[in-house]
């Protein structure tokens, strides 16, 4: 296969410690090598320009059925607003904030992504989810299954069952070919199979006998007991109301005296996604406040903790998630159109339209709390630019949150279009805040944090020997930073190069090639279990509309996988 | 105000897509260069002087353009599409989306029109002598933000569909509506000269409704509330005003509840 | 030995049943057996091997007959039709896999065509209601084990989907249900004294094409307004009753179907349910389904909704954006105009399901039939093309009517030589690029295909 050589970039790789170095990357049969090793590369020149692992994203939704929804119900998201096909690419690119699956992976490597955790999959809904990763070009994914409302999960551990739990979490892990375990307001979301939800972590479930508190506290025990690479991702209760970050800092205790157990790298029991649609104050819109500090004041002093966080981006979206209640709750204060999916015995899911207005003095507090979070953070390799994709505003949209954390000129510049700034500015911090994030602060926060958190840091986001040869390079020179933002936005909108399993996959922003990409996914080895076996053979025998049999994905529907083994027979 | 005119002379074996036809895209240009603007037949992308001879030039700016169409162009869609200023007169009947998306200017057309005139429509004038297709000023698919501003004027009838989501602006039907008349309207107001069959307001949450003739089948969520005399339209005339669709979620301004009007000519 | 296959799903109707259970024979040809299927899906099984299937592409000849030919004949003249029209339109999928509806996306991307499914001609209106209003649904066992209220509007499930009440909504015993009908109120919307409404606990026979009035009578009453004293030909007691029944539901799911999204308004009638269910959920849990027809006539608006957004009448013609809107690009309507000037008919029969005045514009045009089986459609074009069957021969994901994916299975081989809908399409858009390099290579060349069109007298 072929070499090349990435030459004379500044190189920023925190995963190593490397720290805009001058270095060359030698890339050999898909995987980085010492550029010593190489016989006869191709070159390609990075002098003058910022070189980093391909990028990877913790926390977004880009296949599967309610993203599907979304794209479905928003003709009005592609009239006049989606872009003509590009020559160079095989496909059409349709949708705005919903995206087409190619749009997603043209989009994607465009920015020097290369990795994306689906963030909620209904594990009914896994052929679905696997026939998107079919249909979605370059980027490898990963897809989280939802288990923080799944009846099994609600019966082992209102029973404090930890190893039925587990060995149910391994097989459904290993029946919709999942990564992790996802957890969407847990208890909440079952609620709301009778129109109800739990708003705080002790309101106990229907019929269920349980707390949201031991939802999250036993899925932890779960996730420990298993070894998994990803700690369990929360969304947690209460989500997006005014006052909620007393429940937030509740949720993050029950991390409290869990300490991380795997082979993975993996330093966190417990991550909290979209941290700014759970750190408000208040307790009415009229009052509604910033409580980013006291939130990031317990992350930064917990390190079993990490964050991304949800930064709205003040643009006109489609928010979705396994959160029914919120979405039924938000169509009823914008009153536009509401789908809602309820998933048997496992899930549901809503998606409404929703736009950011700076206009409106709740959206640009919003916006205010997604920065505060991270310019408040103490440790970067544990907090991640997200936008809980289109939840907060399109995945596209990074290079701009980008240019927000790494200029203050460009945090001016959009605040000068709030209506409400002086409310804004009162309601939040802000405008108190001078820190300016440099290019190896966004590496951690892009590539190498999410990559360690994820547990695949020894594939992904970064650039040691025997990686993956996922390269990213941006027209940006560190030693002459450019004083306008714009062109920050502009050089990680589009990079000049992004190396994807050692084929030159991007060149000056466009797409050039369409290589293979991955299925990751976690296959878990546990004892055998009798119980659990009978309960899935019960559940499936009453409860299900669909047979055990055909629920399972079949490998045929399973694309390019990569699968990550955890024993824990040994 | 110079005039550019287009006849067709070499009609098309299918439609033609001709929303370069706008005096924005006229504008400035030479009719050489007017004629090789792209149309589009299907697949086949062409210069619309394979169907249409040009005379004359496009003026300095939209507004100083006027275009004239000649021939019959019952087979052509979208013209005036998304035009800001300037004038359109078709002489003869025109397809689809004729003047949709318009944000100023007038287009005025001699005969008849299909399905989705004046459809996303923003603002300026969209004058049809003759009858109207479906979708007359209606949002497009998905879109809650219909008919923002500007005027449409039907001398004859229009089909079904008027006028959905509207949100602002005015349309005049001179003749009958078929079903569903500002179905889940917010705004604006639409006046119908003859009957109407149905649905006359369904979903309506704020916005205002005249028929002068009968209503077919009115709807159980108005409800009459009294009689009032309204200038409509340049006359003045007494109506029956009912409030509706009850069955709707309304706005509450200054306390009290904001209903759609609906008023039917005594 | 006969063998017995477990966890078949059934390729008819959109209640997708996956518990039958297939017997076929030694040779692994005949199907013997069919366990646990209703009288439809029992036949459709059945059917694949007791007729007589065609197993080769078939050419119409100048005497107006059809002569076999070879899978890459056919495809050189799809290919070739395609190519050489201005608008051609694939239209059908009301019995294809979801791999090759992506297969087709990609052949009508690259001709620049226009594609559509059956929902144009029957659930397509709740798309357009869909755009404007939303969907708040569940899955089927949802509503299994959670609903305490049934409404069937304008569907009557005892003879379009005959498993539908018994499996999912009516008599099953559920987590929460599990008294099954006994805890269940059932009521039946229609003007028709259907099969259905002998099962229901209170049958309103709204006057046909009414339904509109009858939900804004409903919506109204639920937020505490007076209504008339008949509304749709419903005394206004009943209308009160119903609707204190909705309120007070623990969880409600209204199935609808074809006497709704087809009767006058057609999608306003569905987009209006869509509001009452949006209304009721200010109170209870309620949940709205269509109550889709083929098994898998709800892949399509899957599959194409991920690759460009829109799930039917997809305007491809310019080949780098897609254009999608009902009325105009939909096929009935551009067949009715005179819109396209060239179709295929695949997995379905436009010749027996559309207007006669649009099958008559269709065959001034070329007119290829994709389909196991001969049908209407396949009897008047001028090329069929022979597929197997899926769900019998051909695997492959299906969507059920509630948008969950089912894995289906091959029972027996497809007859010796016979394709799949994907791998048919997967060599037509490879013939395409062929045709377009050749193009490229010499500017002229316009091909035109070999072979006589049909009589145009269907
Ligand atoms: S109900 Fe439908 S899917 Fe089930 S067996 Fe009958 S025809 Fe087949
Ligand atoms: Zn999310």
Redesign the pocket.
């Known amino acids: 296969m072929s070499e090349l050589l990435i030459k004379n970039g500044f190189v920023f790789d925190p995963l190593q410690g490397i720290k805009g170095d001058r270095m060359d990357i030698g890339v050999k049969d898909g995987k980085i090598v010492e550029p010593g090793a190489l016989s006869s590369p191709k070159t390609i020149d990075a002098a003058g320009m910022t070189v980093m692992a391909g990028g990877v994203d913790i926390h977004s939704h880009v296949v599967g059925p309610k993203v599907n929804v979304g794209r479905l119900f928003r003709p009005e998201d592609k009239l006049f607003k989606s872009p003509h096909k590009s020559p160079t690419c095989s496909r059409m690119e349709m949708g705005c904030s919903v995206p087409s699956t190619f749009k997603t992976g043209y989009d994607y490597a465009r920015m020097g992504y290369v990795f994306v955790n689906e963030a909620a999959m209904p594990p009914l809904h896994s052929p679905h989810v696997h026939e998107e990763i079919r249909d979605t070009p370059i980027i490898d994914i990963a897809a989280m299954p939802v288990f923080g409302n799944n009846w099994f999960t609600l019966e082992y551990l209102k029973n404090n069952e930890i190893e039925n739990n587990a060995a149910y979490t391994a097989w459904l892990l290993r029946a919709t070919r999942g990564f992790g375990i996802k957890v969407v307001n847990p208890g909440g979301s079952e609620a709301w199979g009778w129109g109800l939800n739990c708003e705080h972590i002790h309101d106990p479930v229907p019929y269920f006998d349980i707390a949201p508190a031991e939802i999250v506290k036993g899925l932890i025990e779960t996730n420990e007991f298993l070894g998994l690479p990803h700690s369990v991702h929360l969304h947690c209760n209460n989500l997006g109301n005014p006052g909620n970050y007393v429940d937030t800092i509740e949720s993050l205790k029950l991390a409290e005296g869990y300490a991380p157990k795997n082979d993975f790298g993996r330093e966190q029991v417990l991550h909290i996604t979209h941290l700014q649609f759970h750190a408000y104050g208040g307790d009415s819109w009229g009052n509604f406040e910033s409580r980013a500090k006291d939130v990031m004041d317990y992350v930064n002093a917990h390190d079993n903790i990490t964050v991304d966080i949800g930064q709205v981006t003040l643009d006109e979206t489609t928010t979705m998630t396994a959160d029914g209640p919120f979405e039924h709750h938000l169509r009823g204060l914008n009153n536009l159109k509401w789908a809602n999916v309820d998933v048997e015995l496992e899930t549901a899911a809503g998606v409404v339209p929703y736009i950011y207005s700076p206009k409106v003095k709740v959206c640009t507090i919003q916006w205010a709390v997604g920065l505060e979070i991270a310019l408040l953070s103490r440790d970067l390799m544990r907090t991640f630019v997200t936008t809980d994709h289109p939840n907060a505003g399109p995945f596209t949209r990074y290079p701009q949150v980008i240019a927000w954390l790494m200029s203050r000129a460009a945090r001016d510049e959009t605040m000068k279009t709030f209506k409400w700034l002086e409310r804004t500015i009162d309601a939040t911090s802000i405008d108190g805040i001078d820190r300016e994030l440099g290019l190896y602060e966004i590496a951690q926060m892009t590539r190498a944090g999410p990559a360690k958190a994820l547990g695949v840091g020894n594939t992904y986001g970064g650039l040691t020997p025997g990686m993956d040869a996922d390269i990213a390079v941006y027209a940006l020179n560190p030693e002459d930073m450019p004083s306008d933002p714009a062109m920050i936005e502009k050089a990680f909108s589009r990079c000049a190069w992004l190396v994807k399993d050692g084929i030159v996959t991007v060149r000056d922003g466009e797409v050039v090639a369409e290589p293979a990409k991955r299925t990751v996914w976690v296959d878990v080895k546990v004892p055998e279990n009798a119980q659990v076996q009978r309960d899935i053979y019960e559940h499936f025998l009453r409860h299900y509309s669909v047979k055990l049999d055909n629920y399972s994905l079949f490998e045929e529907h399973l694309h390019n996988p990569r699968v990550i083994e955890v024993d824990t027979t040994q | 105000m110079k005039t550019v005119t287009l006849t067709l002379t070499n009609p098309s074996e299918l439609y033609i897509e001709g929303q370069n036809v706008t005096p924005d895209n006229f504008a400035g240009k030479k009719a050489a260069e007017i004629a090789a603007l792209d149309v589009w037949e299907g697949k086949q992308k062409g210069p619309l002087g394979k169907y249409f001879t040009v005379e004359g030039d496009g003026g300095a700016t939209a507004e100083e353009t006027k275009i004239v169409l000649r021939g019959d162009c019952t087979r052509v869609k979208r013209i005036g599409q998304q035009m800001t200023a300037g004038e359109i007169v078709i002489e003869g009947n025109a397809d689809m989306y004729i003047g949709g998306w318009m944000k100023g200017g007038k287009v005025h057309v001699k005969g008849n029109v299909d399905s989705f005139c004046g459809i996303g429509m923003e603002g300026g004038e969209l004058i049809v002598d003759g009858n109207a297709g479906h979708h007359l000023g209606s949002s497009p698919r998905g879109e809650w933000r219909g008919m923002q501003g500007g005027v449409i004027r039907v001398a004859g009838n229009a089909g079904n569909d008027t006028a959905t989501f509207i949100n602002g602006g005015t349309i005049v039907i001179g003749g009958d509506a078929d079903i569903h008349i500002s179905t889940h309207g917010e705004g604006g107001t639409v006046i119908v000269k003859g009957n109407a069959r149905g649905r006359v307001g369904g979903q309506m949450v704020k916005g205002d409704i005249y028929v002068y003739g009968t209503i077919e089948n009115p709807l159980p969520g108005f409800s009459m509330v009294d009689e009032v005399e309204q200038e409509v339209d340049g006359e003045t005339a007494r109506f029956v005003h009912y409030i509706g669709d009850l069955g709707e979620r309304h706005p509450v301004s200054r306390g009290k509840t904001v209903y759609a009007n609906l008023y039917t000519r005594l | 030995m006969p063998k017995r296959v477990e966890n078949v799903g059934?390729p008819?109707?959109?209640?997708?049943?996956d518990d039958?259970v297939v017997t076929v024979s030694d040779d692994g040809k005949q199907i013997l057996e069919v366990e646990?299927?209703?009288?439809?899906?029992?036949q459709?099984f059945h059917h694949a091997t007791g007729s007589e299937r065609v197993k080769l592409p078939r050419l119409r000849q100048p005497d107006g007959t059809y002569k076999d030919i070879s899978y890459d004949e056919a495809v050189d003249y799809a290919a070739k039709v395609l190519y050489n029209a201005k608008k051609p339109l694939i239209y059908g999928f009301g019995s294809t896999n979801c791999e090759g509806m992506a297969a087709a996306a990609k052949v009508a991307e690259r001709a620049g065509a226009v594609l559509d499914n059956c929902a144009s001609i029957c659930h397509g209106s709740s798309f357009l209601a869909i755009f404007d209003n939303g969907y708040p649904s569940c899955t089927l066992g949802e509503t299994k084990n959670r609903a305490d209220v049934i409404v069937y509007w304008g569907a009557n499930p005892a003879h379009a989907?005959?498993?539908?009440m018994s499996?999912y909504s009516i008599f099953p015993r559920g987590f929460f249900t599990g008294k099954g009908q006994k805890s269940r109120k059932i009521i039946v919307i229609d003007p028709r004294h259907t099969d259905t409404a002998q099962v229901a606990d209170i049958h309103l026979q709204v006057k046909q094409g009414h339904d509109y009035e009858l939900f804004d009578a409903f919506r109204a009453v639920v937020r505490g307004h007076e209504i008339p004293e008949e509304v749709a030909g419903i005394k206004r007691e009943q209308i009160l009753e119903v609707a204190a029944i909705m309120k007070k539901a623990r969880f409600g799911t209204i199935f609808y179907g074809m006497g709704l999204c087809h009767s006058d308004g057609r999608n306003h009638n569905v987009d209006i349910a869509i509001s009452l269910t949006r209304d009721l959920n200010d109170y209870t849990k309620w949940t709205i389904m269509a109550m889709r027809g083929h098994?898998n006539i709800t892949g399509p608006g899957a599959v194409w909704s991920w690759q460009y957004g829109f799930p039917y009448c997809l305007d491809l013609t310019k080949k780098d954006i897609a254009h999608m809107n009902p009325g105009e690009t939909s096929s009935v309507d551009l067949a009715m105009r005179d819109e396209v000037d060239a179709f295929i008919n695949i997995g379905t029969d436009a010749g027996a399901h559309f207007p006669i005045e649009a099958v008559k514009h269709l065959r001034k045009h070329p007119w290829i039939t994709i389909d196991p089986n001969i049908c209407m459609a396949s009897e008047i074009s001028d090329l069929h093309i022979p597929v197997g069957i899926v769900g019998v021969e051909v695997p492959g994901i299906v969507y059920r009517m509630d948008n969950v994916p089912i894995q289906y299975r091959k029972v027996i081989d497809p007859p010796e030589g016979v394709i799949s809908d994907e791998e048919l399409f997967e060599r037509i858009h490879q013939r395409l690029s062929e045709l377009e390099a050749e193009e490229a290579a010499k500017e002229q060349a316009k091909v035109t295909p070999e072979g006589v069109r049909a009589e145009s007298e269907p």
């Open positions: 059934c008819y109707c959109g209640v997708c049943c039958l646990n299927a209703c009288a439809i899906g029992n459709i989907h005959p498993r539908h499996r098994y």
